[in-house]
């Protein structure tokens, strides 16, 4: 059965810090990872990783694919109060454009 | 700007009653998604469409049903509401090639009492 997996399940840290969250998968077929961000409302688009694609970075956000030990991390230094979210993490089979979550990381950034 | 309309922000339905969830996407995409959000649990599809009038079972489609009669338009209902779909509602839409993954509403918080 197809299934992702997210640690840690939540997190709390101090603004200045680094966070790592992780993301390992079991997928037939493997297509592509994304990483979500979800405040109060709909979650939003961070990265997409493909066998093309397996290492991304925008501003202090960066995240890596490992197609070999199938997980992915999302990285983000010197947090601020707004990276306070949950983040998901999503895969998708090929043949198919349905994407299988994790149960996401709720990071909590305190001031 | 790009949009996923969900009609209902937050609803509060009895036991038994009928629920239609509506959810709208002014992007001209083919595949449409409904998901449901419980802490513990993450996203679990309950249904999704690539095409008008097309459906097919997610993961856990037991006392749910959809219908999209237009391209941009995809409801859920709720048969008989029962107080353990309790739940956050989500809705997307991708490009029938999968594009950039999903683009996704605001949600529904359903309380069913």
């Known amino acids: 059965e197809d299934k992702v997996v997210q640690s840690p399940l939540s997190l709390v840290v101090h603004e200045g810090d680094t966070v790592t969250l992780n993301c390992s998968y079991e997928?037939?077929?493997?297509?592509?990872l994304l990483w979500y961000k979800q405040e109060k409302k709909a979650p939003t688009f961070l990265f997409m990783l493909t066998s093309s694609g397996i290492e991304k970075k925008s501003g202090r956000l960066s995240s890596i694919l490992d197609k070999k030990e199938l997980f992915s991390i999302l990285n983000i230094t010197a947090t601020q109060t707004g990276d306070s979210a949950i983040y998901l993490c999503a895969v998708t089979p090929s043949g198919t454009y349905k994407y299988i979550f994790g149960t996401g990381t709720r990071l909590k950034v305190l001031a | 700007d790009v949009k996923v309309t969900q009609s209902s922000r937050y609803l509060v339905k009895r036991t038994g009653e009928k629920v239609f969830l509506e959810c709208v996407q002014d992007?001209?995409?083919?595949?449409m998604f409904w998901y449901r959000q419980d802490p513990g649990l993450g996203l679990r599809l309950i249904y999704f469409s690539y095409d008008v009038k097309m459906k097919e079972k997610g993961d856990i489609p037991e006392g749910y049903s959809v219908s999209r009669e237009k391209k941009e338009r995809f409801s859920l209902i709720l048969e008989s509401a029962s107080t353990n779909q309790t739940s956050m509602y989500l809705c997307?839409?991708?490009?029938?090639?999968?594009?950039?993954?999903?683009?996704f509403g605001s949600g529904t918080r359903l309380t069913v009492v």
């Open positions: 992007m001209d995409h083919e595949n």
């Open positions: 997307a839409s991708s490009p029938l090639t999968g594009g950039y993954g999903y683009t």
């Open positions: 997928v037939t077929n493997f297509r592509s």
